[in-house]
């Protein structure tokens, strides 16, 4: 029997997460003025990585729901 | 000498040939001074490692006294020790080692995955610890060397510093440090890695001793008693302990003594060095003063909240810092500080004589000790000559140009001013100083909530600031105006608090009408002398027509001149929420607040406008005048306040908690007894079954729950009808409704009812079995019975109602105390954990290598003492002023 496997991706409570390709990357380290291990990090094997097709050293643009700023985002380097 | 750059810190053992080598002087003596009172050669105090002895020079550098920094020497043991601190990792390593060639217990395979591993780990600059701990874990499940086929024995560890060799017979070896040792040097250079160390920096060998490193005499300094008894450190007599044994234990060694002996000494001489770096080890007594007292060795010294870490290098003792005492002072500027003579006489600000101020510090000098003197001078000749009665005469005479004065701390000096617990940076805001007779620190009470104080008792500390750039920015960071806005919630935190609020309430309530002179009385000591155009005239007895003023308009006086504001205050029934319309103007309550080109038109002044953490009037003028006009008016509210209630009085007694016959019976009925009544209903539907539970709840539950509700109301009518006796003219009301102090609810239980007690959110149920006191049957329900009383506090309590009212009374006093520890401790992990985040030009925060932790501050980046309560733009504010433009136009 086939293991189903749930995504919790659609869930409201997981913020959405994009890969991004590498000219945004680029863009997105010039505009902060860093190298790459300066971003936060997030574990491949996080739930909210796993259906994305990222593999270690992408990064992913989070964006979630703000008390403060309505939407927010952030950017994350995916890591072993 | 030149400055020098910190490039690196590494981490490493000491090995043997080093510790020689950095060793001014061999230490065999184990005596401290000889018979002429000088340090012996060779000894524990020795001159070549350190002077402690005012006039003596060192033979090592020869520095004097507080030159030297001190040098080490070193006590050549007569055999190997183990070191206590790494007596575990000695153990991993004998588990992890072949017996006889002493290579790691591991395939070429894993050896190469491991390594690998550990230079990942080292290159990302992360713990390579975790890979460590699988080298150590893999390797020992090894029992046969991979290399030279050795069968393995397993090691038992035999706390603290002890190792048992097993072999397959259950044969049992002790491991002597010799041995260990031994096994140690066995490992090979390329293993070493492997344990997460340096070779270079550090072999396993070398944390078996051999010779072992005497610290500095400046270190352990001895003191001299009163009696002229001298008393060495702590260190120094576990020293002398060290030294002798180790003699022992060579003399035996040396006529040949027999095995057991030297292994009893050899045991000894590892206890005393076990203890000398730990007198805390689990399983070994701590040695012992001659007195009883534990010595404080090594670790002793450098752990815990007065160790050399939280408290010699995080925190210590400063110079230049009082500490008395807090009592209040209305009359002096919100931004000052009141410093007793005494103190300011001891505290002194350095000043450089220059062309322009040498006459005026002459004048200074001149005084001597006498309060605006000075206490110092240093030459231009760079000599230090303290000011006394007999030399400051000439000492003025003398003073020239580039001399330096200590001169006292003087009216309009700047401090820093700090009260603990220092939980957020309003804790610490800086002052000036007024110097003023009397012992205690005096402060303006309008500036009690940043601090948290009162005046109970409170102490609090001063700092004087020594350098020009200190003062610049205290002045420019930390000055009291400069924070009137707190950082945490948008809204000012320095404001009236108490008698202001009631001050400033009694003032505006109403039409009040003041004459002329009762006016001016009021005013003129806030400077302002213009009372504008009277509101009106009366006629008085003499049937003259005399001007008056009302209080609005006198409140209206100390407002910026075109200010406009509208507002609610708390005085505010919420009439808009509870769907009726708000009157606005014509507010029952004068909730509605109205000024228009600084005019009060019309409401009330209450804590919303001008209290501490609400003070709307306060966050307008400081957004639109700034933080001077905002410090001009909060003083200038605060004494127009006192001013007022001073010709009034206020004050409140136990008669003012007095209900009238009927309105007591009122309560009795209407609200006790109707609720008791409801009770035994609910109790009776109960037993009888018919009671219905609530979704999720037991039957049992919901009878609670809806007791707990009956009960809670019951307060409330009787609260509710004790309002409609007391009027706004009752002190205790007219402080509730302005937000001055206390609440109707306090009111309440004074006059009408205390009401429900609870532990835990449910009635008191502890006790007997089924009872909560032999006063009551057992499985009795009523209200009574679990903690209802009914009496007010001025009626006074029935004993079972005392008793019950106690019982809830103790929660409420372990909550607090086991909340502030916890809120403590939760603080530090916090402050620890953030400590070196900073928002960057760019708004983004980060850590100190500059990896970003937020990519905007708080997501919007918004300072939250320059927003409208945290948000970035008060959108209802715009609306309101555009929409009254429109209309306007």
């Given amino acids: ?37 300066q971003l936060p990090k997030i574990k491949v094997s996080d739930p909210a990585i796993n259906g994305l097709g990222a593999k270690v050293g992408d990064v992913v643009e ?14 994350r380097l995916i890591i072993e | 000498m030149r400055l020098k750059r910190i490039k690196g810190i590494k981490f490493g053992l000491l090995s043997p040939k080093e510790i020689r080598k950095m060793s001014a002087s061999k230490i065999i003596t184990p005596d401290t001074y000889g018979e002429d009172g000088f340090p012996i050669e060779l000894g524990l105090v020795n001159q070549r490692i350190g002077v402690i ?166 270190a352990r300094p001895s003191i001299t008693l009163e009696s002229g008894q001298r008393s060495e450190d702590d260190l120094t007599h576990k020293l002398v302990d060290i030294i002798r044994i180790n003699q022992r234990f060579m003399e035996n060694r040396d006529a040949g003594a ?52 939280r408290g010699s290098l995080s925190g210590k003792r400063v110079n230049f810092s009082a500490r008395t005492v807090i009592s209040p002072d209305p009359e002096i500027e919100i931004d000052e500080v009141g410093v007793p003579k005494d103190i300011a006489k001891e505290l002194t600000i350095n000043v450089n004589v220059t062309e322009r101020n040498l006459e005026a510090i002459r004048e200074t000098l001149k005084r001597g000790s006498e309060h605006p003197g000075a206490n110092y001078v240093r030459r231009s000749d760079d000599k230090k000559v303290k000011v006394t009665e007999t030399n400051h005469e000439l000492l003025a005479e003398e003073l020239g140009v580039g001399w330096k004065v200590e001169r006292h701390l003087q009216d309009g000096d700047i401090v820093l001013f700090n009260r603990q617990p220092s939980l957020h940076r309003l804790s610490i805001m800086a002052h000036y100083v007024r110097v003023m007779p009397g012992r205690t620190f005096r402060l303006n009470p309008t500036v009690c909530p940043p601090y948290n104080a009162d005046y109970d008792g409170d102490e609090m500390n001063m700092h004087v600031l020594q350098t020009e750039e200190a003062r610049a920015e205290a002045k420019i960071l930390m000055a009291v105006k400069r924070n009137i806005m707190s950082p945490r919630f948008g809204r000012p935190i320095i404001g009236g608090i108490h008698d202001y609020i009631t001050g400033l309430f009694i003032l505006t309530w109403g039409e009040k009408r003041f004459e002329k002179e009762k006016a001016q009385d009021m005013l003129h000591r806030i400077n302002i002398h213009d009372l504008g155009e009277p509101a009106g005239t009366f006629e008085s007895s003499s049937s003259i027509q005399v001007p008056y003023w009302t209080g609005k308009q006198l409140f209206g006086r100390i407002l910026p001149k075109q200010m406009d504001l509208q507002f609610r205050g708390v005085v505010c029934e919420k009439c808009i929420e509870r769907g009726e319309k708000c009157k606005k103007e014509n507010c029952p309550r004068e909730a509605y607040v109205v000024i228009k080109e600084g005019n009060l038109v019309c409401g009330v002044i209450d804590e919303m406008a001008i209290g501490s ?29 006192i001013n007022c209630i001073k010709q009034s009085g206020f004050s409140f007694g136990i008669s003012d908690e007095d209900i009238p016959k009927e309105g007591k019976v009122q309560i009795r009925e209407e609200a006790v007894y109707a609720a008791e009544h409801k009770v035994e209903e609910l109790i009776r539907a109960y037993d009888a079954e018919e009671l219905e539970a609530l979704p999720g709840r037991s039957l049992e539950e919901t009878l609670e729950l809806l007791i707990m509700q009956e009960l809670g109301r019951a307060r409330d009518d009787a609260g509710d009808i004790a309002e409609r ?60 019975a679990h903690g209802f009383v009914r009496a007010s506090f001025k009626d006074g309590l029935t004993a079972t109602e005392y008793f019950l009212h106690a019982v809830g009374g103790r929660e409420a006093l372990v909550d607090t105390a086991v909340r502030t520890s916890q809120s403590g401790y939760f603080q530090r992990r916090l402050i620890n954990a953030l400590q070196d985040l900073e928002v960057k030009n760019d708004g983004t925060v980060r850590e100190t290598r500059g990896t970003v932790v937020q990519f905007k501050y708080g997501d919007d980046g918004v300072d939250p003492s320059k927003s409208e309560c945290g948000k970035v733009v008060d959108i209802d504010e715009i609306i309101s002023d555009i929409v009254e433009e429109d209309v306007g136009a």
């Fill in chain 2, 53 to 218: 002895d005012p006039g003596l020079r060192c033979k090592t550098c020869g520095g004097r006294m507080g030159e030297c920094p001190g040098h080490f020497g070193h006590i050549e043991l007569a055999a190997p020790i183990i070191h206590v601190g790494y007596a575990k990792m000695i153990y991993r390593m004998l588990a992890a080692t072949c017996r006889r060639c002493g290579k790691v217990l591991l395939g070429e395979e894993a050896r190469a995955k491991f390594l690998d591993g550990i230079e990942q780990q080292k290159e990302k600059q992360a713990d390579v610890g975790d890979v460590v701990k699988l080298v150590f874990k893999e390797a020992a499940k090894n029992d046969v060397c991979p290399f030279c086929d050795e069968i393995q024995k397993r090691i038992k560890y035999d706390k603290p510093t002890g190792y048992i060799e097993i072999d397959k017979e259950d044969k049992e070896r002790r491991l002597m440090p010799t041995d260990v040792r031994e096994r140690l040097e066995k490992i090979p250079d390329e293993d070493i890695p492997l344990f997460g160390m340096d070779p270079k920096n550090a072999r396993p060998e070398w944390m078996i001793i051999t010779v072992l490193p005497v610290p500095p005499v400046t």
């Fill in chain 2, 613 to 641: 953490f609400k003070g709307k009037i306060i966050e307008q003028i400081f957004r639109l005048y700034g933080e001077d006009e905002a410090k001009k008016f909060i003083n200038d509210a605060a004494r127009l306040a």
């Fill in chain 2, 725 to 784: 006796y007391l009027g706004i003219e009752n002190a205790a009301v007219l402080m509730a409704k302005s937000g001055a102090r206390g609440s109707m609810l306090n009111l309440t239980q004074m006059a009408a009812c205390v009401g429900q007690q609870s532990v835990r959110g449910e009635r008191i149920n502890r006790g007997y079995q089924g009872r909560t006191l032999p006063h009551f049957k057992s499985g009795d329900r009523r209200a009574e």
């Fill in chain 1, 62 to 75: 989070i964006t979630r729901q703000s008390r403060t700023a309505g939407k927010a985002l952030s950017f």
């Fill in chain 1, 1 to 37: 029997m086939k293991k189903e496997t749930l995504s919790i991706l659609g869930h409201e409570l997981v913020p959405e997460h994009i890969l991004m390709d590498e000219s945004e990357v680029k863009e997105l380290l010039d505009k902060y003025k860093i190298k790459r291990v």
């Fill in chain 2, 258 to 309: 027999p095995q057991l002996i030297i292994e009893d000494l050899w045991e000894l001489l590892q206890y005393h060095i076990s203890t000398y770096f730990n007198n805390e080890i689990p399983s070994i007594p701590p040695a012992r003063h001659r007195s009883g007292r534990p010595l404080k060795t090594m670790t002793q010294r450098l752990k815990g909240k007065e160790g050399r870490f």
